[in-house]
């Protein structure tokens, strides 16, 4: 059915705004709805855009965790790996199949070389000390005897009253100071000092 010319469309026609206002309180309305409008709008895509946000760090956080963890993984392979190593070379120097077992073995056999070398020296020493103080003693000792036997030979004789009596005074002097008396006075001081000794023995 033909539609008739003489109809009009109502104002705006299918693009018919709802907002559509003719009075100043209207217009007012309009664009304070309108306003509102557009806040939520910029809330909404605010809103959005955080959680888009909020999701990307989320993921962040994952990828960041999951490394770590992979990393734990090595490291802690890394540290089995160096331990298992340890304990084998541990048993395998208690063992004594490593050099450096061998190098120890050979110090500690030329400590204890030097060790018996320095004992030894110190015993020759002592012995040659004990020989020497042997041969010090045996030689005091002959020394000793021939002075006794030199004092035997030497021994003053005695003199009888007669002898003393008829000496002169240097000699009577000299038989004075071989028995350690005064050489002062005169020839009857010596005399007497002579006799008294000579009776006293």
Request: net charge positive.
């Amino acid at each position: 059915m033909p539609r008739p010319r003489n109809k009009k469309m109502p104002k705006g026609g299918r693009g018919h705004n709802r907002f559509h206002a003719e009075s100043a309180s209207e217009i007012e309305q309009r664009n304070q709805r309108l306003t509102e409008l557009d806040d939520e709008r910029a809330l909404r895509r605010q809103d959005s855009d955080e959680e888009d946000e909020g999701k990307d760090n989320e993921n962040g956080d994952k990828e960041v965790k999951s490394l770590e963890k992979v990393t734990e993984k090595v490291e802690s392979r890394k540290e089995r790996d160096q331990r298992q190593k340890a304990e084998a070379y541990r048993k395998r120097h208690e063992a004594g199949l490593t050099d450096e077992y061998k190098k120890d073995m050979e110090r500690l056999a030329e400590v204890r070389r030097r060790r018996e070398a320095l004992s030894a020296q110190k015993e020759q020493v002592t012995e040659e000390s004990v020989e020497a103080e042997r041969a010090r003693v045996e030689k005091f000792k002959l020394l000793e005897k021939e002075v006794k036997k030199s004092s035997k030979s030497k021994e003053i004789p005695k003199l009888d009253k007669i002898t003393i009596k008829k000496m002169k005074p240097q000699v009577m002097k000299d038989a004075l100071k071989e028995r350690g008396l005064e050489i002062q006075g005169n020839n009857k001081a010596l005399t007497a000092r002579l006799l008294e000794y000579e009776g006293s023995r």
